[in-house]
């Protein structure tokens, strides 16, 4: 992996990661996500794996490869990843330089992924390269919002969570369709800043 | 929308706490004889920071965005407010009423913008 600035930034964050947000944040998301990764089936990619909070919010019996950047947070994730019900393979991988296959995966899923990713849509370009055409593309994100005053606040306070993780003022949405993704349907959870995205890779 | 007790309690929570203290710190730290505007500003400023802070505190408990988003909001216009009065119980209770009616707010704005979006 060559962006070990990124790296360093998710090991050092892991000690602390399931104390941050493995409570009060995955509780509210978990109706949500539970939904939207209910839709699992073939071969599937999880980008940016973490700790493996999601794994417990994946239906049994998929096939499933998890991917994250951090080492550390991958060995975190690993007894959750013996534990889940199906099969589930963890590599430590940066987006940007995936070495699967072209077409390698029936459907992508992610989870708070794009808003740490640091080209987002040269990351998305790269998942579109390891989906088949038409395969599925299932996000469950953070964006930036719309609407006044969100907006402004979102832009302001983005230079300080920034430095903690994730950018809180992307749409990701817009750099989905730039990546050559077509999006089916955008589903707001929370305002229109957590929000899932269903998108379809391009048929060729 | 959500229906849970424990989150609703929790966004209540944050946002009277932050809205108080916001309110309090503003009235605090911006002298009387500044003028209203340049107090405002800074107030809202002020107000911020300590709605950011606390959303951040709150959020291992209660949820990221649904959270951090109502606190940063109730303490910007809590301080806006609070910069207005003398520091005491007033600027508290002002803050607080502001923390309660910004999460309102958010609470009307879910309401319209949950669910599909296109």
């Given at each position: 992996m060559s962006d070990l600035a990124t790296q360093k930034k998710w090991d050092s964050a892991a000690a602390l990661f399931d104390l941050i947000g493995g409570f009060g944040p995955e509780k509210r998301w978990r109706p949500h996500k539970r939904r939207l990764f209910s839709r699992m089936e073939g071969k599937v990619l999880f980008l940016a794996?973490?700790?493996?909070?999601?794994?417990?919010?994946f239906p049994p019996g998929q096939d499933i490869t998890g991917i994250d950047i951090s080492p550390k947070m991958l060995a975190k994730a690993k007894p959750r990843a013996d534990a889940y019900a199906g099969s589930m393979t963890l590599r430590p991988m940066d987006v940007h330089e995936m070495?699967?296959?072209?077409?390698?995966?029936d459907q992508a899923y992610t989870s708070c992924t794009f808003c740490s990713v640091p080209d987002p849509v040269r990351g998305l370009t790269a998942l579109r390269r390891v989906l088949k055409p038409g395969g599925a593309l299932r996000m469950f994100e953070h964006t930036g919002s719309r609407y006044f005053p969100f907006r402004p606040m979102l832009d302001l306070m983005n230079p300080l969570l920034r430095t903690l993780g994730?950018?809180?003022?992307?749409d990701t949405a817009a750099n989905v369709r730039a990546a050559g993704f077509h999006v089916d349907r955008v589903t707001n959870?929370?305002?229109?800043?957590?929000k899932t995205i269903e998108a379809t890779a391009p048929l060729r | 929308m959500e229906r849970r007790i424990y989150f609703i309690a929790g966004d209540v929570l944050a946002c009277v706490l932050c809205g108080a203290a916001a309110g309090w710190l503003a009235a605090a730290a911006i002298?009387?004889?500044?003028?209203m505007l340049a107090g405002m500003v800074t107030g809202m400023l002020i107000g911020m920071a300590v709605g950011t802070v606390g959303g951040i505190l709150f959020s291992p408990f209660f949820g990221a965005m649904e959270v951090m988003l109502p606190a940063s909001l109730s303490g910007m216009v809590a301080g806006l407010a609070g910069a207005m009065t003398v520091p005491g119980i007033g600027s508290l209770g002002i803050g607080a009423l502001a923390g309660l009616a910004c999460l309102a707010v958010t609470y009307v704005l879910q309401s319209r913008l949950c669910g599909e979006a296109g």
């Open positions: 794996v973490g700790t493996g909070l999601d794994i417990s919010c070495d699967f296959a072209d077409h390698a995966f994730p950018e809180i003022n992307r959870i929370f305002l229109d800043v957590v | 002298p009387a004889d500044w003028a």
